[in-house]
């Protein structure tokens, strides 16, 4: 548990705020600068204050030791970290009661944490109750002594390795003396005392005898007078109930009219009914309504439809049209005018290859002829070759002309492959293929209208067909009951003049029933149409009905208490009426007597042998214990002292280096004992405190010499890296020692 802020209106503090951080906490302050009351604040806000606390002399109790200087209510708040959460815990005053109120919940928020009450708060956070916190982590004053408490003595044997650890020997002790107690303290509690009592109330019991016999004639004297009193209120009460019966039995005939005036109407309506003829039921008049309705909304679906298959049907006659009249694939689908473009450019590729060749070859031809008859001139002009010249020339003259051939051809070929484009009216292969797909979009679309014409006109038959069904099934409902009627309007005149009459029949019976119903009720009261008597006058009653009914209720009860009393008087006088067993009796409290003197006697031999036994493990008192807070006491006193024995009253006694006997704490300095006790409670912190709370000490260092105050600020803060520490000073010399640390957080309070 770590503390993160306390705000507080207690005492001499005014809405004041304490913000702290984890480790050690330094707070400084000036004498009535608040230390004492933040530290009183801290353990009321854990435990409460105690109301039953009276002031005494030289003593405040805390309830006014801490009212708030300014008259205000006493109030408090604590932000703290507990099991990895962060809660907020109040006090305030509930009526007259200072902290009366509490609430916990979690920060931020209106959760209250489970478990968590104004009354095991404490106990909760801490680990441990109010005597051990104040004997251990609570370090509110200058007096730092340990003294025993029942608690402290139970968790302290806790630690001892052997023997029974969850027994005190001061419960024990506390335990014998109760039942010591018990037996002999006054007459109140004790047994004995009781036995003395019962044998003094058993002789009396004889007196008692005169006594409750003339008690049981004055008891039976009051029965008589009782019964005669009932006797005449009950008279009153029964020229009530005539009166009553009278008005009862005129209710009921005015009910018996009504029902017959019911059931009249109801038979007129049902001889009008049946002149009708048998009526549907209503849920069959009421469905039909539906119907006639679905016809009207079926009426306006099928005239829509007209008009959408219309539409439809000259959408498909305009796209039939653009696909028909289409001359360059006349009859053709898509895929047959796209195989008949596909070969008619495979054709013309063709023809495109030719002319390339026929141009190629009229080259190489004129340059083979041009060249051979030159050749052929040049060596017949050098005689080279014995040759005319005209040869040469008729060979140039061949291959020219073969040339000119081979030229026209290419030209051919290349008209004929234009005429291919020309049939389909485009300049280029990608032109013919935007108009194959042009061609391909239209069909798809006349096809796709001719589809949804077909939709249309299927759904227009099937509403027609649904129209013509209801209708006849509409027409065949209404004339079982109203076979005049022609028209759609006369149908709904007829559905609803059959409902009418179907609701005043409904209505009707249900007067009828409800007036049946009422005079069963006052039959079933007693409601009849005779009248049993002859109208006479009676006596007129003094009291109302409601005084009758109350005299009544209050005599029976006195009556019951007297028959009781009267009962109880006779077994009295029956029981005590025999000396005999009052001797009896008297003899066997004597014995009870004796027993429980016997048992007192051996209540005190245990407490004298308890209280020896006490004294032998005082040997063995908490081993773990003396050896943490020798420990501690070394560190505190720079190793003078090294170890430390404590025993169940908690005395101490301290050894130092080389001393063959421990001395007792009370030969030591005031500063080396409160280092001793120091020691002690930190120990008891440190082993059972299990939550680990936040250490206070208030000016607990005041009597220590500087060497042995910084040896005590080392150790806290070693502790402080385990749980939180608050060290509240009115002095300078601790801010000073530790002025060069980081890992302490100072706070000065004004």
């Known amino acids: 548990m ?9 005492g001499r503090l005014e809405g004041a705020t304490l913000e702290l951080g984890g480790g050690l906490n330094l707070i400084e302050a000036p004498n009535e600068g608040g230390k004492s009351t933040w530290c009183a604040f801290w353990k009321a806000m854990l435990y409460g204050i105690d109301t039953r606390d009276r002031d005494k002399k030289g003593h405040l109790a805390d309830k006014n030791h801490y009212q708030p200087w300014s008259g205000s209510p006493m109030v408090g708040e604590l932000n703290l970290e507990w099991q990895g959460n962060a809660i907020t815990i109040r006090r305030g005053p509930k009526g007259s009661t200072p902290f009366g109120a509490f609430s916990a919940v979690y920060t931020g928020t209106n959760t209250p944490v489970p478990g968590l009450t104004a009354q095991n708060c404490g106990e909760l956070l801490t680990g441990v109750g109010r005597e051990v916190f104040e004997r251990s982590a609570f370090l509110g004053g200058s007096d730092l002594t340990v003294t025993p408490s029942p608690e402290l003595e139970q968790r302290i044997a806790a630690l001892v390795s052997s023997g029974q650890e969850e027994v005190s020997y001061s419960q024990a002790e506390e335990t014998l003396r109760a039942w010591s107690n018990r037996r002999r303290v006054n007459r109140s509690v004790g047994l004995i005392p009781k036995l003395e009592e019962e044998l003094v109330q058993v002789t009396g019991q004889l007196e008692q005898l005169d006594a409750l016999a003339a008690r049981n004639t004055q008891l039976e004297s009051d029965h008589i007078r009782l019964t005669r009193a009932r006797g005449a209120c009950a008279a009153e009460a029964a020229v009530h109930e005539t009166r009553s019966r009278r008005d009862l039995n005129q209710r009921y005939l005015q009910a018996d009219r009504d029902c017959r005036e019911a059931l009249e109407r109801l038979r007129q309506l049902e001889q009008d009914s049946a002149r009708l003829g048998e009526l549907p039921e209503k849920d069959q008049l009421k469905r039909a309504q539906g119907e006639l309705q679905y016809l009207k909304v079926l009426d306006e679906e099928i005239q829509a439809a007209k008009t959408a298959a219309a539409q439809a ?5 305009e796209a039939q049209r653009l696909v028909v009249g289409d001359t360059r694939f006349p009859g ?3 895929d047959e005018a796209a195989l008949k473009v596909r070969q008619d450019l495979e054709g013309r590729e063709e023809l495109l290859k030719k002319a390339k060749s026929a141009k190629v070859r009229a080259w190489v031809l004129f340059l083979l002829g041009l060249g051979a008859g030159g050749v052929l001139i040049a060596l017949s002009l050098t005689k080279t070759l ?12 061949l291959g020219l002309g073969l040339a000119l051939w081979s030229r026209s051809q290419s030209k051919s070929r290349i008209d004929q492959a234009a005429k291919v ?7 280029s292969d990608g032109e013919l293929d935007e108009v194959l797909e042009d061609y391909r979009a239209r069909y798809d679309s006349a096809r796709e209208a001719a589809q949804r014409l077909k939709q249309l006109r299927t759904t227009l038959s099937e509403k027609e067909t649904r129209r013509t069904v209801d209708q006849s099934n509409l027409t065949d409902f209404v004339h079982s009951f109203a076979p005049e009627v022609k028209s759609a309007f006369g149908f709904s005149a007829a559905l609803s003049r059959a409902l009418g009459l179907d609701h005043e029949l409904a209505a009707a019976r249900e007067r009828a029933e409800l007036c049946a119903r009422r005079r069963e009720d006052l039959a079933a009261q007693g409601g009849q149409l005779s009248e049993e008597d002859d109208g006479a006058p009676m006596p007129t009653p003094i009291h109302t009905r409601e005084q009758c009914a109350q005299m009544l209720a209050k005599l029976d009860e006195q009556l019951e208490r007297t028959r009781g009393e009267l009962d109880r008087a006779r077994g009295a006088l029956s029981s005590l009426g025999d000396p005999a067993a009052l001797s009896a009796r008297k003899e066997a409290l004597a014995g009870e007597l004796a027993r429980r003197q016997g048992e007192l006697d051996a209540l005190r031999t245990a407490q004298d042998v308890l209280s020896l036994a006490s004294t032998q493990l005082q040997a063995r008192f908490s081993p773990a214990l003396n050896t943490l807070a020798g420990q501690f006491l070394a560190r505190l006193t720079g190793e003078k002292y090294v170890s430390l024995t404590l025993d169940r009253e908690l005395e101490s006694q301290a050894a130092r280096q080389g001393d063959v006997l421990p001395h007792s704490g009370l030969y030591l300095s005031r500063g080396t004992l409160d280092q001793l006790y120091l020691a002690v409670r930190l120990a008891v912190c440190r ?6 709370p936040p250490i206070l000490l208030d000016d607990a260092l005041a009597a220590f010499d500087d060497r042995r105050m ?9 502790l402080g890296a385990e749980q939180q520490v608050l060290l509240f000073t009115c002095q300078s010399r601790e801010g000073t020692a530790l002025s060069d640390a980081s890992d302490v957080n100072r706070v000065k309070l004004g």
């Open 2 to 10: 770590k503390i993160l802020s306390m705000t507080a209106t207690f």
């Open 313 to 317: 049907e000259d959408a498909y006659v």
């Open 332 to 334: 053709m689908s898509p």
């Open 386 to 397: 014995l040759i005319h010249p005209g040869v040469g020339a008729a060979l140039s003259a």
């Open 421 to 427: 484009l020309e049939h389909w009216s485009v300049q």
């Open 687 to 692: 082993l059972c405190l299990p939550e680990k």
């Open 710 to 718: 910084t040896l005590a600020l080392e150790l806290l803060r070693e």
